[in-house]
């Protein structure tokens, strides 16, 4: 069955990057774009961005200029998101989700990691 | 970007009544050349990971309850629980994945049981 594993929480100084791994197991790991979405604790949803793992094409939100990056190991089947020059309000759950359109298209997301808690604290 | 707005923010129904939840966009989700509705919804309880549960605004994903039911066109959708359950308690968005980057989400909607 599909899955998303995603890293352990981590918790950062301001002005740190973070960087949450996200491991795929039971399907076509080059198949499928992945996306990543954040929930800020009492807020909703935000879409970050997504990767194409078989081009390592990217696409980021503009919410975060130059500060997103997305990035994939093919060998281990997993996809990498780092998060740089952190904030307070970049406090959040950061999740995983894979894109239910093989290669690409617009469409919802059918699979998510459990999610990584991110704490940015002085 | 296109806006996505919810309503109510939240709600409180009774065990096996009706749960009515409203989302609307600020451009139209309607693709003329499939006719599709580019609209998702999806379930968000504590401590798990957001589920999907309809997409192409009325199509329930498998192993989703049939008390789940997705409507509407264009602009206007809703997402009904025909007969509320205990495990129904959640937070409940709609996504837009008609233009993207980026893909946007509701504010999302609280329903609890009265």
């Known amino acids: 069955q599909v899955q998303l594993v995603q890293s352990g929480a981590e918790v950062k100084k301001p002005g740190a990057s973070v960087k949450v791994s996200c491991k795929a197991s039971?399907?076509?790991?080059?198949?499928?774009?992945i996306h990543w979405v954040r929930q800020a604790p009492g807020q909703g949803l935000e879409w970050m961005g997504w990767?194409?793992?078989?081009?390592?094409?990217?696409n980021y939100s503009q919410k975060f200029p130059g500060r997103v990056t997305i990035t994939r190991d093919t060998s281990m089947s997993t996809v990498y998101m780092e998060l740089s020059s952190l904030i307070s309000d970049d406090t959040a759950v950061y999740y995983c989700?894979?894109?239910?359109?093989?290669?690409?298209?617009?469409?919802?997301?059918?699979?998510w990691g459990q999610g990584t808690l991110v704490t940015v604290s002085s | 970007d296109i806006v996505m707005t919810q309503s109510p923010d939240s709600l409180a129904v009774s065990l096996g009544e009706r749960a009515t939840i409203n989302c609307k966009s600020s451009q139209s989700l309607l693709y003329s050349a499939n006719n599709k509705n580019y609209l998702a919804w999806y379930q968000l309880k504590p401590g798990q990971p957001p589920k999907l549960l309809i997409y192409w605004a009325s199509a329930r994903e498998p192993g989703v309850p049939d008390r789940f039911r997705g409507s509407g066109s264009g602009t206007d959708f809703t997402l009904t629980i025909s007969s509320l359950q205990a495990e129904d308690v959640a937070v409940y968005y709609c996504q837009q994945y008609y233009d993207t980057p980026p893909y946007t989400f509701g504010q999302g909607t609280k329903v609890e049981i009265k």
């Open positions: 990767i194409n793992p078989n081009s390592d094409g990217t």
């Open positions: 039971g399907y076509t790991f080059t198949g499928y774009y």
């Open positions: 989700a894979r894109d239910s359109c093989s290669h690409g298209g617009t469409c919802p997301f059918d699979h």
